[in-house]
């Protein structure tokens, strides 16, 4: 099915324009006419920038955004349909568009999870090579020959903070990985009972990755930065590039704010918390297996007592929407999401 698009316009996009190949496909929300009102009546289409005779296809680039980081890849403003000729492709149903296109914005906002993870291991290993090359300062060990300055990763605050990128790096990483065998498992177990258990997972955990991953990037690099001193601060070093790089995943596929007010007011209070107990039982089966090994038995124990303090708090902001409007219970949205990823 086609549609002959009005002139509609679409902003920040990636790579939007440019002549690395001779057609691009972009992915446009749109409303058939005679469409329902508000989001119901809202359809996915298929807008190649050249058509299929190879004739131009009404799509426009009329601005770049100049970002403060990943200039790599440009940010365009296009516009469709100015010349009322842009022809779209519907995909899948007819008003099914938002549904359609969460199915791809939900594989997107893993990947910015990733991302934060990837560009904070970049920037802990710049950070790692310099603390173990720079020398300043006296061995904090008094017992320690003083008579000459020592690397930088002798001094317990550097350490402190090289290993909490490393623990944020590995942390990070392994959770997205458990998201991305809880995708494997939704595709491909036969039990219905099954796809619903990794559904229900993954609506619950796919904002978590992705934010916790964007967000405590930005910290993990900063501390990277720090462990330079000054010179973090110069363009003699990557870290520069690397704070700016990692500073827009907040923002992308959906702001920390949003992910929060959906993560407690949807996955988890609407949802009125099946999804959360489902996750923490997978938890649960963890520590049990960790609660046999003697060094991992304290860990476990610790873990286990934040998991009552998450329900207990999830308990008592589900009293309060009993008791007062959105407004009240979603104000510490952003802090929950911050517990539950943490």
Request: charged fraction near 20%; hydrophobic fraction near 40%; aromatic fraction near 8%.
């Amino acid at each position: 099915m086609e549609a002959i698009t009005s002139r509609a316009r679409k902003i920040f996009i990636s790579a939007g324009h440019h002549d690395v190949t001779e057609n691009i496909l972009h992915l446009v929300l749109a409303r058939i006419e005679g469409a329902p009102q508000g989001t119901k009546g809202i359809s996915l289409f298929l807008v190649p920038t050249t058509s299929d005779d190879g004739q131009y296809n009404d799509v426009s680039s009329i601005g770049i955004y100049h970002k403060m980081g990943q200039k790599a890849t440009p940010a365009m403003h296009l516009e469709f349909g100015a010349n009322d000729s842009c022809t779209g492709y519907l995909v899948g149903e007819a008003h099914k568009g938002l549904s359609h296109m969460f199915l791809m914005m939900d594989n997107a906002r893993l990947s910015v999870g990733s991302m934060g993870a990837g560009i904070a291991s970049s920037a802990y290993y710049h950070a790692l090579r310099y603390a173990n090359e720079r020398k300043q300062g006296r061995h904090p060990d008094e017992s320690k020959d003083a008579s000459e300055s020592v690397a930088v990763i002798n001094h317990p605050d550097v350490r402190r903070m090289l290993l909490s990128q490393k623990a944020f790096i590995e942390g990070t990483l392994a959770f997205i990985l458990q998201c991305y065998l809880y995708l494997d498992m939704q595709k491909h177990s036969s039990e219905s009972s099954e796809v619903e258990k990794y559904t229900r997972l993954l609506r619950l955990l796919t904002p978590v990755a992705k934010t916790y991953g964007a967000e405590h990037g930005v910290t993990s690099v900063n501390q990277a930065l720090q462990v330079f001193g000054g010179y973090g601060y110069t363009s003699d070093f990557p870290l520069e590039q690397l704070a700016r790089d990692v500073r827009i995943l907040p923002i992308y596929e959906g702001t920390t704010g949003i992910h929060s007010l959906g993560l407690l007011g949807r996955q988890v209070l609407k949802d009125q918390g099946k999804s959360l107990e489902l996750w923490c039982k997978e938890v649960m089966l963890d520590i049990g297996r960790a609660h046999e090994l003697e060094e991992l038995a304290t860990y476990a124990a610790r873990l286990s007592l934040e998991i009552d303090n998450l329900f207990e708090i999830t308990q008592h902001l589900a009293e309060l929407t009993k008791e007062h409007s959105a407004e009240v219970y979603l104000a510490d949205a952003n802090l929950y999401m911050e517990f539950l990823g943490s």
